[in-house]
């Protein structure tokens, strides 16, 4: 898929689990794992607001088109 | 025990309803086998009990149209038996919560390939009732035999389905994998 999620490398410059931030945007960590690993199909807006509030960044941040 | 809803009670019937067919169309695919061997051996009629069909002069006249006709007779019996099996296969592995799968998918497909397949057989046995029987009434009766009018439009509707159910698979999985 053309747009790569760096969930994993946000989560490392903030310093927070996957189990953490789960808690924190109210996610199963199934689901954002699905994200973190580039299975996801899709996000909805709602996630994506939440992840960037938790991980103090823009959705460019999260999202990048290659 | 937790009570029954509306469509398991209608799958548990159709279920049943699809293994009698199964055994039914068996039957007479083992039938018409077994009736075929022994007229080989012995000189009564190849007789179809069930639909009348009296096969004894064509097999005076010409053993291999007799063979012929009845190797049809006995494949579109046993074709209609794999369907009803295939069919009584689906209705017991389908899950009511989550129907939408690629098995079901594949599953209804092979169907609707059989049912084409079945309708062609009967088309060609059909088209060539007259030069196989030499007998204007007994190619009249094995045409009635081998009617297979609504298998077209039953094949097409399948396929139609299974269609639809791979759409369904296809949305199912993007929700799946929406976050």
């Given at each position: 898929?053309?747009?790569?999620?760096?969930?994993?490398?946000?989560?490392?410059?903030?310093?927070?689990?996957?189990?953490?931030?789960?808690?924190?945007?109210?996610i199963?960590?199934s689901?954002?794992?699905?994200?973190?690993?580039?299975k996801?199909?899709?996000i909805?807006?709602?996630?994506?607001?939440?992840?960037?509030?938790?991980?103090?960044?823009?959705?460019?941040?999260?999202?990048?088109?290659? | 025990?937790?009570?029954?809803t509306?469509?398991?009670?209608?799958?548990?019937?159709?279920?049943?309803?699809?293994?009698?067919?199964?055994?039914?169309?068996s039957?007479?695919?083992?039938?018409?086998?077994?009736?075929?061997?022994?007229?080989?051996f012995?000189?009564?009629?190849?007789s179809?009990?069930?639909?009348?069909?009296?096969?004894?002069?064509?097999?005076?006249?010409?053993?291999?149209?007799?063979?012929l006709?009845?190797?049809?007779?006995?494949?579109?019996?046993?074709?209609?038996?794999?369907?009803?099996?295939?069919?009584?296969?689906?209705?017991?592995?389908?899950?009511?919560?989550?129907?939408?799968?690629?098995?079901?998918?594949?599953?209804?497909?092979?169907?609707?390939?059989?049912?084409?397949?079945?309708?062609?057989?009967?088309?060609?046995?059909r088209?060539?009732?007259?030069?196989?029987?030499?007998?204007?009434?007994?190619?009249?009766?094995?045409?009635?035999?081998?009617?297979?009018?609504?298998?077209?439009?039953?094949?097409?509707?399948?396929?139609?389905v299974?269609?639809?159910?791979?759409?369904?698979?296809?949305?199912?999985?993007?929700?799946?994998?929406?976050?």
């Amino acid at each position: 898929m053309a747009i790569v999620v760096n969930l994993d490398v946000m989560m490392a410059r903030r310093k927070v689990s996957l189990n953490e931030l789960s808690e924190k945007v109210n996610i199963t960590l199934s689901n954002l794992s699905i994200l973190k690993t580039g299975k996801a199909k899709a996000i909805r807006f709602s996630t994506l607001e939440a992840i960037c509030e938790a991980l103090d960044c823009q959705p460019g941040d999260i999202l990048e088109y290659t | 025990m937790k009570p029954k809803t509306k469509t398991e009670t209608v799958l548990t019937i159709l279920k049943t309803i699809a293994l009698l067919a199964f055994i039914f169309y068996s039957n007479i695919c083992v039938m018409y086998l077994v009736l075929f061997v022994a007229s080989i051996f012995t000189t009564q009629p190849f007789s179809n009990i069930f639909m009348e069909l009296n096969l004894l002069e064509l097999k005076d006249q010409n053993f291999l149209k007799y063979t012929l006709t009845v190797t049809l007779l006995i494949v579109l019996a046993a074709l209609k038996a794999i369907v009803w099996y295939r069919a009584s296969g689906i209705i017991q592995k389908i899950k009511v919560e989550n129907p939408f799968t690629m098995e079901m998918t594949r599953r209804l497909e092979k169907i609707s390939y059989s049912i084409l397949f079945i309708w062609i057989l009967g088309y060609i046995a059909r088209t060539f009732s007259f030069w196989l029987t030499n007998q204007r009434g007994l190619a009249e009766s094995l045409r009635e035999q081998m009617s297979t009018e609504g298998f077209l439009f039953m094949a097409g509707l399948l396929f139609i389905v299974s269609q639809i159910f791979r759409r369904g698979v296809e949305l199912q999985s993007e929700n799946e994998l929406t976050v």
